[in-house]
């Protein structure tokens, strides 16, 4: 099961996705610094041999964000560090808020595994 989240570039920090201001999204080109610094896979063309911790599709222009799905641990965080280091902020939909970058166990890895066993034991 993916753990999708929501990578931002903004010019201001985002504290709830409802007060989200659209004017202060800076248009980028996520998928070069994805495929730069990361072992990433296309999902709709599935032209790249790599590994399934982070998922994407390509986009044809920059733009001001861009859904992911991580597999791993490990995956968040490799993004969280390309975050830092690229000024992005971090959705996850999962928790339904924005991630703390600076604390990211304090809403990451573990409670997406406990929502993952929660929905696991409601299907049951």
Same mark, same amino acid.
Not at 6 to 9: I, K
Not at 15 to 20: A, F, N, R
Not at 27 to 37: G, M, R
């Given at each position: 099961m993916s753990w999708d989240i929501? =990578?931002? /570039?903004s010019s201001e920090k985002i &504290? /709830?996705? +409802? *007060? =989200?201001d659209e004017e202060k999204l800076l248009? &980028? *080109?996520?998928?070069?610094? =994805?495929? +730069?610094?990361c072992?990433?896979?296309?999902? !709709?063309?599935?032209?790249? *041999?790599v590994n399934d911790d982070i998922n994407f599709y390509f986009d044809n222009e920059s733009s001001s964000n861009?859904? &992911?799905? =991580?597999? /791993? !641990? !490990?995956?968040l965080f490799k993004i969280i560090e390309l975050a830092k280091l690229h000024n992005w902020q971090i959705f996850d939909t999962s928790l339904n808020e924005m991630l703390d970058l600076e604390n990211p166990a304090k809403n990451g890895y573990i409670n997406y595994k406990h929502y993952v066993k929660k929905i696991m034991n409601n299907n049951k």
């Open positions: 929501v =990578l931002f /570039s &504290i /709830s996705i +409802e *007060d =989200l248009p &980028i *080109d996520f998928d070069k610094v =994805l495929l +730069e610094n072992t990433t896979k296309n999902i !709709e063309h599935q032209k790249n *041999d861009k859904m &992911i799905s =991580l597999y /791993s !641990e !490990e995956a």
